[in-house]
Structure formats: C-alpha cells, structure tokens
C-alpha cells in the first residue's frame, strides 16, 4: 500500500487525543485520590510520579523496540497494557493498585508517542510533516482541555440520587459511589481497548525512518551523554515538564485547600483552563517566534509565568482562579523552545538525543512529587514554591543557551552556503570540549 494516506493521518490524530485525554487528567484527580484513600501530599503526587516516571524508563527502550518490531505492534501492544492498567484499577480502586496502573499506563503512552511520529510524517507526507504536526499539536491540547470537563460531569451526575440511564447508568452500577472519579478509569480502559482493536484490522505503511528518527547505537547515546551541553538540556527539558505537571497537578487542591473552591466544578475548570490556554498560547508563540530570537521569547515567557505564578499563590481567590491557569498560556512555547535550541547545539546524533530529551518528561514524576514532599512539611503554598526553581532553570536556558544556528525570523537573510537544517557550513564536532 503506498504511504500516503488522510485516513492514517486522522488515526494518529485520534492517537494523539488519546495520549492526551489519560495524561492530562491527573492534575483534576489529586484532590480526590487525598480524600479517598486518605493520603498525604507526598503519596497524592506518587500517583502522577508513577506515570510520569514511566516515560522515564521506557522512551529509549522503546525506540529501539519500534525499529526491530515496527510500529503497528508496538501501538497494539501499547494500547494493550494501557487498556490493562486502567482495567486494573477500575476492578480493584485501592492505592497500590493505583499506581501499578499508572505506570503501566505511562509506559504505553511513552511508547506511543515514539511510534506515532514518524507514521505521522509517512502517512500525511514529509512536505505536509509540520502542518500536521502542529495540528496534532493543537488536537492534544484539546483533549486536555476537554478531559477534565468530562470528569466533572461523571462525579457530579454519578454523585445525584436517583436511576440513571445510558453511560451514566452503567457507570454508575460498575462503580461504587463514594469513588464516582475512579469511572475515569472505565472510560481509559474502554478507550485503550478499542483503539488496539482498531489497530489490528488497520494497515501500516513501511516507515523508512531519516537518520534523524533513528534510535540510534549505544556508542552514539554514549557520545551524547559526555556532553555537558546534553546534560543541560535534558535537566531542561526535566525542568519544563515538572513546570507543566507540577502546576497543572496542584492547581485544583490549591484552590480548594485556600480557598475553599469545589476541586469537581471550580477546580477542574482551572485545570482545563490550563490546558486550553496553553493551547492558545502556542498560536501566540509561533507568531513570536517569527518575529524575535527563541531565546528572547524564551525569557519573556518565563518571567510571565513567573508573574502568574506569583499572583495565583499570593493573590485573593479571584486572582488565584485566573492566575494559576494563566500559568499554562506563558508555558506554551516553552517545550518547542527547548528542544530545538537543544537540537541546534549539536551537529549529528540528533534522533538518540530526542530521546535523551524525552527521558526527560520524568520531570513531570519528579517535580510534583517534590512539592508534595514539601507541601506535608511547610504547606502546599510553600510546596509550589518549588516551581520557581523550575521555571527559573528555564529562563535561564534562554540566556546561556548557543545554539548553532538561531530560528528564522520574518525579513531575515541567511547566507548562501549555510545549512538550515544544522546550522552550521560543514560537518562540526559535537562543540569544543564534547
């Protein structure tokens, strides 16, 4: 079959919508997992931990696994141990199992992620590669945005006296009511379950990956991490991701524990808002950074987050409901920034250090299950605080950051013999000292 196809391209954007929908939840679900298995901060952000962390473990591993098995078993087994872990979970809603799952089904979602990307460039084109990409980009921040106003309508519909009918009355009889959020669970595992099912019956293009997306050898991953520059950029990447989570996670218990907002209405509108500004905040970037240098933009958009961030921890309940999602729309450029000021600095091996930068997303383990730590020792208002530590480690990539070649901005001239795609005239060590 050939390569091209609209149809593969709208699954690996249904792919996407999923990833997002189970990811982005957790931030809605802390204030629920502290009140019903009666937990402290830090066991609260082990659940986010056991997710995230997954990403950690298994983003290299599964680049390899993509290029020996291909991509439609990986997908099917991905989809596979998702739908399992949150069966799991749904069946037996108790802490360990909890987190069991979560990891599980981290792991999928990471493998998912390294396989779905290249099909996305096979499927739709390489020359349609970054329309589609930014688009897929838009349809995961919807998914964020939506998730949570479904898990509002569950536990606020499954908590009323009363029949029920349709999905609703199913979920209700499969689900004990004092654990109205654990039908989330349900509605993953469903989710999971008919997407591998899907993928059974599809057919897949050959992918013949750039050297680019390759995995790459051990040899290469071992050049790669005796580079200081590496190592600064994944503690960025690292960085950004425990911003992101990090907020997001603590949003909805912040409003509620200071300020007394319902985490199933209020709080889970702000955690949605902060994904859908995010989203917003992408389309405001791209045009920044057609204007300016990415690390200008960079800067500003991390003082800006710094500001809300002030604002939302310090200010009345009015200021914190709009601050603390506004967060979310100063986040936005951050990753795309990161990452390609961070492949820029380096002149070959780029496909294993993606990876590397990937292994990265364990940030968002890392980072809320720190402010949890601090949150049971000095308050979750002091815990939070631990994001100015995040977000100042990103601004400060912005000023020390070289890469080889900056991004192209609108009236700008290049000379004729440099290459755009590395930045550099002809072939370059990794840098002086690498």
């Known amino acids: 079959m050939t390569g091209r196809s609209r149809f593969l391209v709208a699954l690996v954007l249904t792919i996407f919508f999923v990833i997002s929908f189970l990811t982005n939840i957790l931030g809605a679900l802390v204030p629920d997992i502290i009140t019903s298995f009666k937990v402290s901060y830090a066991m609260a952000a082990f659940m986010p931990f056991s997710f995230f962390i997954a990403y950690g473990v298994m983003s290299i591993p599964a680049g390899f696994w993509v290029e020996r098995w291909g991509e439609k078993p990986l997908m099917i087994a991905a989809f596979l ?10 069946l037996q809603p108790i802490f360990p199992v909890a987190a069991a799952s979560l990891f599980i089904m ?4 990471a493998a998912l992620q390294v396989a779905i990307n290249p099909l996305l460039r096979t499927a739709g084109g390489e020359e349609h590669f970054a329309f589609n990409s930014a688009f897929a980009q838009l349809v995961f921040g919807l998914a964020s945005f939506v ?12 908590a009323l006296a009363g029949p029920k009918e349709g999905l609703l009355g199913i979920l209700a009889w499969i689900t004990p009511r004092e654990l109205a959020w654990v039908s989330m669970y349900w509605l993953f595992a469903l989710a999971t379950a008919t ?7 599809m057919r897949m293009p050959k992918v013949v990956r750039s050297a680019g997306e390759s995995s790459g050898s051990a040899a290469m991953y071992a050049t790669l991490l005796r580079s200081p520059t590496v190592w600064a950029y994944f503690v960025a990447v690292l960085a950004y991701v425990g911003c992101e989570q990090g907020t997001a996670d603590w949003i909805s218990e912040f409003l509620s524990r200071y300020h007394g907002l319902d985490p199933h209405t209020t709080g889970a509108t702000a955690v949605a808002w902060f994904w859908g500004l995010m989203t917003a905040g992408c389309f405001i970037g791209m045009l920044l950074l057609k204007l300016f240098d990415s690390r200008a933009v960079l800067v500003g958009f991390s003082v800006g987050a710094l500001i809300l961030l002030t604002l939302g921890l310090f200010g009345p309940t009015r200021v914190a409901e709009v601050a603390l999602p506004g967060v979310g729309f100063f986040a936005s450029i951050m990753w795309p920034t990161i990452v390609s000021l961070g492949l820029n600095s380096v002149t070959r091996h780029h496909g294993p250090f993606a990876g590397i930068l990937c292994t990265g997303i364990m940030g968002g383990a890392l980072v809320p299950l720190l402010i949890g730590q601090v949150a049971d020792t000095v308050g979750l208002r002091n815990g939070m605080g631990v994001l100015y530590l995040t977000f100042g480690y990103v601004l400060s990539v912005g000023l020390w950051s070289r890469p080889l070649i ?6 700008e001239t290049r ?5 755009a795609t590395i930045g550099v005239s002809k072939p370059a060590p990794l840098r002086s000292g690498e």
């Open 147 to 158: 998730s949570p106003f479904v898990y509002s309508y569950l536990v606020t519909h499954l």
């Open 81 to 90: 141990f998702a739908a399992g872990g949150a069966l799991a979970f749904a």
């Open 106 to 109: 981290g792991g999928g979602m």
């Open 415 to 419: 000379s004729p013999g440099e290459d």
């Open 195 to 201: 997407m591998a099912l899907l993928m059974v019956f």
């Open 406 to 411: 900056s991004n192209a901005r609108r009236g």
